[in-house]
């Protein structure tokens, strides 16, 4: 009941009428920062709501943001890695996130 008449918005949600992959997905791929995919989802929302926070965060920031995300494949590197590239990436846009 919590959610009714509310807007959710998924992973699976992020891409473009086309299939086109999300900033925020592509950076993950490109840095490599999937393994089993289990985490995957919940770690690549909360790159959504730093980037979308319209804010530029160090990486320990950034580092300390996602901590609340348990990965038991990788040692966070990549991870990281694509959360800072999507955050640089789409704040180079006119200085805004490029999806809503």
Same mark, same amino acid.
């Given at each position: 009941?919590?959610? /009714?008449?509310?807007?959710? %918005?998924?992973?699976?949600?992020? !891409? ?6 999300? *900033? &925020?997905?592509?950076? @993950? &791929?490109? =840095? ?5 995919? @289990?985490?995957? *989802? ?6 959504? =709501? &730093?980037?979308?926070?319209?804010? !530029?965060?160090? +990486? /320990?920031? %950034? +580092? ?7 990965? +038991? ?11 800072? +590239? ?10 805004? *996130?490029?999806?809503?």
């Amino acid at each position: 009941a919590w959610c /009714e008449g509310k807007h959710i %918005l998924t992973v699976e949600g992020l !891409q473009g009428e086309n299939g086109e992959l999300n *900033p &925020i997905q592509k950076a @993950f &791929i490109e =840095e490599a920062a999937v393994q089993c995919g @289990f985490c995957t *989802p919940g770690i690549i929302m909360s790159a959504v =709501e &730093i980037v979308g926070s319209g804010k !530029q965060y160090t +990486r /320990e920031e %950034l +580092r300390k943001l996602i901590s609340g995300h348990l990965c +038991r494949c990788t040692g966070y590197q990549n991870i990281l890695n694509a959360v800072e +590239r999507a955050v640089n990436e789409c704040h180079k846009v006119v200085g805004k *996130p490029t999806f809503s």
